[in-house]
């Protein structure tokens, strides 16, 4: 069983939005800076008016790695992790397992589509083929 | 431009894969070994500082603070540190450099223990973030849970975004493998010292790709000791001061391995700038270097980032022979974390000031007098020149 991210205010509504199919980033409402991994206030302008958005779900693969060794007893391999620019969140990259598609196939400049896995009260980015 | 403070003496346990051995008795080892080098006994150490402190948050990755080595060591100290959050496993090194320059403390005994290959289990590998827990907080709690759990995973992203952009092949770090693998074989305390082909680094497993099995460094249980002393304190030891020329600790991006705008730099690239700036040596004036290769990546970055090269050649100066046996910048000449055992940049380190004092036997750069280390991947980055006059 992987551990979970402890969900506080700065990171619930990242960690919960799957819920309603949306990937939810932090932006500062004053300068709307993109603001990941999300934070309490913005670190560009010090600006504590943070506010979650919904973005496309979609982005570009940066960079990914796939990963072929157990860390944990139960962890099926290989996977690929894809390490993605996403669109609407300049500067912004979420990295996640990428599913439904095999691991060998992923490519940097892909273009990839978000879906959650749940757990517990996470809800997890995974990526798939946006196609 | 140097700082007033000086490397005097380092000491390494026998290090092993599942030694049994307590860390405390590796870490006296080192100690009483660094103390012997440097012509001190206990009673003159009045400083002690480590990286990071006691933490249980991975299998052995330090089972020792400065308080239980304080006690278990009888040591009375004017200044005592650890440092989870500075700039790498070299921040006690350099805060001991800052401690000593400003006559808070004479002689600073820095140390790293490491019970890692003992301690990790199936169930409770080394080196993974928060192993064993339910939840997580931090920067790697985007990391971890996410299925991204090992820094091997990390150092992998990084690679392929390099590879990407460079043209580097596996081969190249084949050469950084193969290279320190020939350096460990004329260093007798090295862990790994059978020697290692292209072949067997070609065909050996993939842990993380491109990263496999020989791009990773190896868990080891032992302990090394660095001691720094002030510049005046450090013309009565036994060795030659090997001088704190200059150290780097920048950071220009986030505490995280996925959103630095340009993932084939490191957080080295910010630190070694930061150093260079410090002093009228140049990368020319270097003899021997001490990279971190926690991964073999990591080698071609720290080059770059050391200014030895330029960004996106390392794949080409290491093919040229620079860094192996025989080169013009011989890196990690002991063998390296990959061939010689995870200490945590001690290592690297004390293999640097063995050079320096011209006590590398069979495997001695001829005449080293200038060094350079350099810990850390991702973001964690120190930098340090060293030079022997």
Known sequence: MRPLPELTPENTAFWTGGAEGKLMIAFCADCAHAIHPPQLICPKCWSEAIEFKPVPGTGKVYTFTVNHQPWMPDMPVPFALAVVDLDGAPGVRVTAEVVGMPPEAVAIGQTLRVTFANIEDVWFPQWEPAQ | ?389
């Not at chain 2, 490397?7 to 008795?25: L, N």
């Not at chain 2, 007798?188 to 842990?207: C, E, F, K, N």
Request: glycine fraction near 14%; hydrophobic fraction near 40%; aromatic fraction near 6%.
């Open chain 2, 1 to 389: 431009m140097s700082l007033n403070a000086a490397i005097t003496g380092v000491g390494m346990s026998d290090i092993g894969r599942k030694t049994g051995r307590p860390a405390m008795i590796h870490l006296a080892e080192a100690a009483r070994r660094a103390l012997e080098c440097a012509g001190l006994t206990r009673d003159d150490i009045d400083g002690i500082s480590t990286y990071p402190g006691k933490a249980d948050n991975s299998p052995g990755m330090s089972p020792l603070g400065t308080g239980e080595v304080r006690n278990a060591l009888g040591l009375k100290t004017r200044w005592h540190s650890a440092v989870p959050d500075g700039p790498s496993q070299m921040a006690p090194i350099q805060v001991a450099a800052m401690a000593v320059a400003t006559g808070q403390a004479r002689h600073v005994l820095c140390f790293r223990a490491l019970t890692e290959s003992s301690s990790q289990t199936a169930t409770q590998r080394a080196s993974i973030p928060g192993a064993g827990r339910a939840r997580l907080g931090g920067w790697y709690s985007y990391l971890v849970p996410a299925k991204a759990m090992s820094a091997s995973n990390w150092a992998g992203w990084m690679a392929q975004r390099y590879f990407h952009e460079f043209g580097m092949t596996r081969e190249h770090l084949g050469l950084v493998a193969t290279g320190q693998r020939a350096f460990a074989q004329a260093n007798p305390s090295a862990v790994m010292r059978t020697p290692l082909t292209m072949d067997d680094y070609l065909g050996a497993r993939m842990i993380s790709s491109p990263l496999g099995l020989f791009d990773c460094d190896v868990p080891i249980d032992g302990a090394c000791v660095v001691i720094v002393s002030a510049a005046d304190a450090a013309m009565d030891c036994a060795q030659a001061p090997l001088t704190i020329e200059a150290m780097g600790a920048a950071l220009g991006s986030q505490e995280t391995w996925d959103q630095r705008p340009d993932l084939t730099t490191m957080g080295a690239h910010d630190s070694a700038a930061d150093m260079w700036k410090r002093t009228d040596l140049r990368p020319a004036d270097v003899d021997v270097l001490g990279l971190y290769d926690g991964f073999s990546i990591f080698v071609p970055y720290w080059l770059e980032a050391l200014s030895f090269c330029g960004h996106g050649e390392a794949k080409d100066f290491i093919a040229e022979g620079n860094i192996g046996p025989g080169g013009r910048f011989p890196v990690n000449t002991g063998g390296g974390q990959l061939s010689g055992g995870r200490l945590h940049g001690f290592g690297l380190l004390h293999e640097v000031c063995t050079q320096l004092w011209g006590r590398a036997d069979g495997r001695q750069v001829d005449g080293a007098k200038v060094g350079a280390c350099g810990m850390g991947g991702g973001f964690i980055a120190g930098s340090m020149l060293l030079r022997r006059d």
